[in-house]
């Protein structure tokens, strides 16, 4: 693909996470467990991922990141995203390159490695392993939107013309 | 209408399939054992930084201001423990819900507190 041409595309797949990033903050959902997301922006890093490479979905990984750091001021929050987003995309390129599973699945055990890695950290920071007492929610909430972002991801995929 | 021919789909799944069903299996089995080996706890924890700075019976309703790093109300009311009000950016130690099983926990990263039951 011309240089051109990707970093348009690259640029757009990085905004379009950065404002599902927004709308999922807008989204009020309070089950009591801590954690718990729909993981909207994994749509853009999936898309990234499937038509144009590991290395791309990485950047836009890491624009988004950047981006919801920079705009909304959280760095604590960025510590957790940065650990959830890295284990989450390489756990999503192994399964890629090297297991025959389907878009959703991948996208399911991304979203349950995300949601491990952002408890590994809180378990750093504040340096109490209890807080892993969460892991089994998060491990069924992080399979379910994983599956239902990958859905959509999927399509995204299969019908978007490059 | 697409017809959609379940046995071919299972058949081209099954490896798919397989891989959900154990992180469902995982995720079943640590609620069951964690369900079934909760004890009620007697104590309120709070942690900052991984060191203890107070410990309260959970069988005394109280209502603490907690001063670390930022300002976190913590309440103690009919044997369960939660933040009720807090000043940090994400307030997710609010949205969770009140504990009161040994182990159970109440995060406020921000403030790098925990509230745990002991």
């Given at each position: 693909m011309k240089t051109t041409r990707r970093i348009a595309?690259?640029?757009?797949?990085?905004?379009l996470a950065l404002v599902l990033s927004y709308?999922?903050?807008?989204?009020?959902?309070?089950?009591?467990?801590?954690?718990?997301?729909?993981?909207?922006?994994?749509?853009?890093?999936?898309?990234?991922?499937?038509?144009?490479?590991?290395?791309?979905?990485?950047?836009?990984?890491?624009?988004?990141i950047l981006g919801v750091a920079l705009l909304f001021g959280n760095w604590m929050a960025t510590a957790y995203s940065v650990a959830g987003a890295a284990l989450s995309l390489l756990g999503m390129v192994m399964l890629k390159r090297f297991?025959?599973?389907?878009?959703?699945?991948?996208s399911a055990v991304g979203g349950v490695l995300h949601n491990a890695g952002q408890i590994v950290v809180a378990v750093c920071v504040t340096r109490t392993v209890q807080i892993a007492w969460y892991l089994p929610v998060l491990v069924l909430t992080g399979t379910v939107a994983g599956i239902v972002i990958g859905l959509v991801g999927a399509l995204l995929v299969s019908r978007v013309k490059l | 209408m697409m017809k959609v021919?379940?046995?071919?789909?299972?058949?081209?799944?099954?490896?798919?399939i397989l891989v959900v069903a154990?992180?469902?299996?995982?995720?079943?089995?640590?609620?069951?054992?964690?369900?079934?080996?909760?004890?009620?706890?007697?104590?309120?924890?709070?942690?900052?930084?991984?060191?203890?700075?107070?410990?309260?019976?959970?069988?005394?309703?109280?209502?603490v201001t907690l001063e670390y790093g930022g300002t976190n109300e913590l309440v103690i009311e009919g044997g369960r423990a939660r933040i009720e009000s807090a000043d940090c950016p994400d307030k997710v130690c609010v949205r969770t819900a009140p504990i009161s099983e040994v182990g159970q926990t109440v995060v406020c990263l921000p403030h790098k507190l925990v509230v745990v039951i002991e």
């Open positions: 595309l690259l640029g757009l797949a990085a905004a709308v999922e903050s807008l989204v009020p959902l309070s089950v009591g467990v801590p954690g718990v997301r729909i993981g909207f922006a994994n749509i853009a890093v999936l898309f990234a991922l499937y038509r144009l490479s590991a290395a791309d979905a990485a950047v836009v990984s890491g624009v988004r297991a025959k599973l389907s878009l959703p699945v991948v | 021919n379940v046995k071919q789909w299972l058949r081209r799944h099954t490896r798919d154990a992180l469902l299996a995982v995720a079943a089995v640590c609620a069951a054992v964690m369900a079934l080996t909760a004890v009620p706890g007697a104590h309120v924890c709070v942690r900052v930084d991984g060191a203890e700075v107070a410990r309260y019976p959970l069988s005394q309703d109280r209502r």
